[in-house]
């Protein structure tokens, strides 16, 4: 950590840190449940086992983060609560993570951006000042390499496979490239919480993004696509439709029976 | 990658020169009855060949159509530690399948070739995968039923006598072990629910009893593949037998749960020491098997959408290999230039 963040650091507020630790739990529990209605469905059996390996890594991570949350809180919350009883506007997950499993290639585009991303948010709250928050980031960048593995051998096999392949993929790319705005876009919460040294800030996080984002489409023969007007902020609560259909299907159970245990 | 010399049987397997075909099926029943193991270059007659074919892909069908009733209830599993149980679980079914498919392949059939097979509708899975998961007491119940059934049908495959099928198996029984006390679990926690989780679970014992009773194949009298199976150690009991040991050990867990199963004939017999049960309604299991139970056409569909959908995938994936092999082709070749 630098001097200057030093001598600014301040403890982040409870309800900062609630809400920036939810952001991390929902990215994480979104992608997991999009990549778990996948297994069984997949090109092949092999794709079927490596996505639910990273959809079972992410709902443990989910699960840590979404502990720690309600820890935060301090309203008594579990993860179960905190999963299945929030309506779509309390989810801060970045809207990329709710956007449809369209094809293979529109799930390896959010998968790559996405690994790209907790890469490095991982990396920088592994070093942070908050060491519950710290110890879930160590184990969670472990599975995370193995992701952005994942995700990256695809987008190159993909990219520079067949014709129809390398369509499918830059269409993807395109199609989800406006919802990568707000993964860099600072707001209060995010201030809050890279004064307190628990994360670094967001344009670092940027910066690594783009020189792995731009290698994997180098070698993918993949063209970046250019930034768009619209910013979408599913950290902000703000989402698009898709989010309240995957919640309608995850929330299901626990909305149609109240108070069960399962 | 598949070649297509793996769907044609070795030759030198066919004509051993100087021995005639009864001395060395002689020799090789000597071998399984002295209980060794057969491994994929020794000499086998062609129907044990076959046989084992038939019933490993049928095997590995079965793990990779099984991921779907309960895949289907992923999305909406009722707490987050349910649903990573249930992912890993399904997970370890395609693991089953790809582990199956490798150990037929030691018998000169490709992979390709045989999910080509399925997708045709010319090969068989089993039926019990045909019936619906209507609700998450369908998820119990499938780990404590089925996977329990499955388990009794598979640890005497331990000890068959092909040395792949048997190793894989060892290994598949364990994590279907687990798969049965999780099921059995989700079970537990239904039964000491609230009332209409207990009517779940009810309701979910009621679809799958008598499905799960099925799945031990025909009775002994009309099982076509039995005899011979059980004669080269395949098979080491028979269908009644197992259904039998089924039965009495799953009646107990029932009556633990406080469910009742749904049998009006079953009952426990001082003399025999084993349940008594009611007669399988064949009808129904024949008609399922022909392509009639309720998901066949589900589940075949789902199958060869995911296929279907997943062509261009696979071609990519080839065509980035193959460039990548003639970029490391010209770089050597470069190389070579160079020095």
Known sequence: MSAAATVMATDAGAHAKFVYVLRLADASLILGQQLGALIGHSPAIEQDLGLANISLDLIGQARLLLTYAGEIEGANRDEDQLAFLRSESEFYNPTLVEQPNTDFAFVIARQLLMDAWQLELYDQLAQGTDTRLAEIAAKSLKETKYHFGYSADWAIRLGDGTEESHQRMQRALDALWPYTYELFDPDEIDLEISRAGIAGDLSSVRQNWDRRVNEVLEQATLKRPENRFYSWYGKRGQHSEHLGRVLAEMQYLQRTYPGAQW | ?339
Not at chain 2, 3 to 18: G, R
Not at chain 2, 147 to 163: E, T
Not at chain 2, 290 to 317: I, L, S, Y
């Open chain 2, 1 to 339: 990658m598949y070649t297509q010399a793996l769907d044609q049987l070795s030759k030198e397997h066919e004509h051993t020169p100087q021995i005639d075909e009864g001395e060395l099926n002689a020799r090789f029943q000597q071998r399984i009855d002295n209980e060794e193991r057969i491994e994929p270059k020794d000499w086998m007659p062609d129907a044990y060949r076959l046989t084992l074919i038939r019933q490993i892909s049928q095997h590995a069908h079965s793990e990779v159509v099984g991921m779907l009733p309960e895949g289907n209830w992923i999305t909406r599993a009722p707490t987050l530690k349910r649903k990573a149980i249930l992912i890993a679980k399904v997970q370890d079914e395609g693991g089953h399948g790809a582990y199956l498919y490798s150990a037929a392949e030691t018998l000169g059939v490709s992979r390709e070739h045989l999910i080509g097979q399925l997708l045709a509708g010319s090969a068989k899975y089993s039926s019990i995968f045909n019936y619906p998961t209507l609700t998450w007491a369908d998820v119990g119940a499938i780990g404590w039923l089925v996977d329990g059934a499955a388990i009794m049908n598979q640890i005497p495959l331990c000890r068959c006598s092909y040395g792949p099928y048997a190793r894989a198996m060892v290994r598949i029984c364990k994590e279907e072990s687990f798969h049965q006390r999780q099921g059995y679990e989700i079970m537990i926690t239904l039964a000491r629910g609230t009332p209409e989780q207990k009517r779940m679970a009810q309701e979910a014992l009621n679809r799958w009893w008598w499905p799960a009773l099925m799945m031990f194949g025909p009775s002994d009298a009309d099982s076509k593949h039995s005899a011979q199976s059980m004669r080269w150690k395949i098979k080491r009991f028979s269908n009644d037998e197992l259904r039998q040991k089924f039965v009495d050990f799953t009646v107990p867990q029932a009556e633990y749960l406080g469910l009742t199963i749904p049998d009006p004939d079953l009952r426990w017999d001082e003399e025999t020491q084993h349940y008594r049960f009611g007669e399988i309604n064949w009808t129904e299991f024949q008609e399922v098997l022909k392509g009639n139970g309720p998901c066949n056409r589900d589940r075949m569909a789902a199958r060869r959408r995911a296929h279907e959908e997943g062509r261009w995938v696979r071609e990519a994936a080839q065509a980035y290999a193959e460039k990548q092999r003639k970029r490391a082709a010209d770089n050597s070749l470069k190389v070579e230039v160079v020095s």
